[in-house]
């Protein structure tokens, strides 16, 4: 006649203890950069590289130190790889193909001091990695000459294929008779210093470098139009995307990401959100 509840005890105790490990379940951390690692590509998990796409042009950001790739995108790129458990290959590319080998999969990412920018996104998805504005870069004893509106009447040097060129350009219609001539260099503040131009057009932290490394130059004003920068992935691959998010995050989070921008002087950009597409 104790059959029953000895058997009744005995089921309590196993829904109890089932219980428990689902508990213990629920409350165990999830390892997100385990998932990240899982949900890779299987050619990129299998080989162990990630190739990287980036013009060196652009120090401190991505140059050339002897036959090494240095700069924060290198630093970074190969930090958020390493979390992935990857390495990078890094390859020179002209900063007009970066997307377009990024879209062709000839690359796997570019990290190349990109503006992530609507027109971009058409044709990959951006990871933002860094906030920068454009900095105007004049002669020494010039000051400030009020923004993009004082561009106007002056000869302005700014890089093929680069964002510099359409915002030189789109000021130009506004003008009037104070006529702007845009000229490409790849080496824009080179222009000023050498006299080619009255103006560069560049982003924050390469302009800020120029001016320390040419004393003949200086900024003009304040930055202009803060956006971000973004990796570039390729549209089909948001598992990629994700994955690249996610290391990241971890980079942010354990402090590794504030060590870069302070090595490379570009601690004011500094991003929490690690956001895709959140440029405009």
Not at 5 to 27: K, M, N
Not at 47 to 69: A, C, K, R
Not at 113 to 119: G, L, P, Y
Not at 124 to 143: C, E, M, Q, R
Request: proline fraction near 4%; charge should be negative.
């Amino acid at each position: 006649m104790r059959i029953v509840p000895l058997l009744l005890s005995v089921a309590v105790t196993l829904a109890a203890a089932g219980c428990a490990d689902s508990a213990a379940e629920i409350g165990r951390p999830v390892d997100r950069l385990a998932e990240a690692r899982a949900a890779l590509p299987d050619s990129i998990r299998q080989s162990g590289v990630l190739i990287g796409g980036t013009d060196p042009t652009f120090e401190p950001m991505t140059f050339m130190q002897g036959p090494t790739f240095a700069g924060l995108d290198v630093g970074l790129g190969e930090a958020i790889a390493q979390r992935l458990g990857l390495k990078v290959e890094w390859r020179k590319v002209g900063f007009g193909d970066l997307l377009d080998q990024v879209e062709t999969h000839k690359i796997d990412f570019s990290m190349s001091s990109m503006f992530d920018r609507a027109e971009r996104q058409k044709k990959a998805d951006f990871v933002n990695y860094l906030n920068a504005g454009t900095s105007i870069v004049v002669g020494k004893g010039v000051g400030d000459i009020g923004g993009m509106s004082g561009l106007c009447g002056r000869k302005v040097a700014a890089q093929p294929d680069t964002v510099f060129v359409e915002m030189a350009e789109a000021q130009k219609k506004d003008c009037g008779a104070k006529k702007l001539t845009v000229v490409l260099s790849d080496t824009p503040s080179a222009f000023v210093r050498d006299g080619k131009a009255q103006a560069a057009l560049n982003d924050f932290p390469i302009a800020a470098l120029d001016v320390e490394k040419m004393p003949a130059l200086e900024l003009s004003g304040p930055q202009i139009e803060a956006i971000p920068y973004g990796i570039g992935i390729a549209k089909d691959r948001k598992e990629l995307a994700t994955a690249v998010q996610t290391a990241l995050y971890a980079l942010i989070n354990d402090g590794s990401y504030d060590e870069l921008l302070a090595k490379w002087k570009v601690k004011e950009g500094a991003l929490r959100t690690g956001a895709i597409n959140g440029g405009a």
